[in-house]
């Protein structure tokens, strides 16, 4: 699976950011998918999850309410709706293919990972 992700930019505190990730490969309704982030100087962590058919979706604490994730499976993508923004949002977010039958917020749960899109949020 080649994820590619797209849709990062700079925002103002409170602003909305929608963020796009395209599969191609394998069968990408087969995966369930994530995103993640990584700040400088700070380690990635986990931020939202979907299951292949998108029934179950799972969220970082601090983006609950703020940010929802969603894909299309007849588009192979999968999206990041990000609103309220902070600058504590600020990092590089990668979109990631879980491994099969996998669902989760670790990085080893997932075995495909998108090149990043910078997201910059301003006070």
């Known amino acids: 699976v080649q994820l590619q992700a797209s849709g990062g930019g700079l925002v103002q505190a409170g602003g909305s950011l929608r963020l796009s990730c395209a599969a191609s490969g394998r069968t990408f309704s087969s995966y369930a998918m994530g995103w993640f982030r990584q700040a400088p100087g700070k380690d990635r962590e986990f931020v939202a999850a979907?299951?292949?058919?998108?029934?179950?979706?799972y969220y970082k604490d601090s983006v609950k309410g703020r940010f929802t994730i969603s894909r299309d499976n007849a588009k192979n993508t999968v999206y990041l709706q990000m609103n309220s923004l902070k600058p504590e949002d600020t990092a590089v977010y990668y979109c990631a293919a879980a491994r099969l039958g996998y669902y989760g917020s670790s990085d080893w749960e997932y075995d495909y990972w998108g090149q990043g899109t910078q997201v910059t949020v301003s006070s």
């Open positions: 979907i299951t292949w058919s998108g029934s179950s979706t």
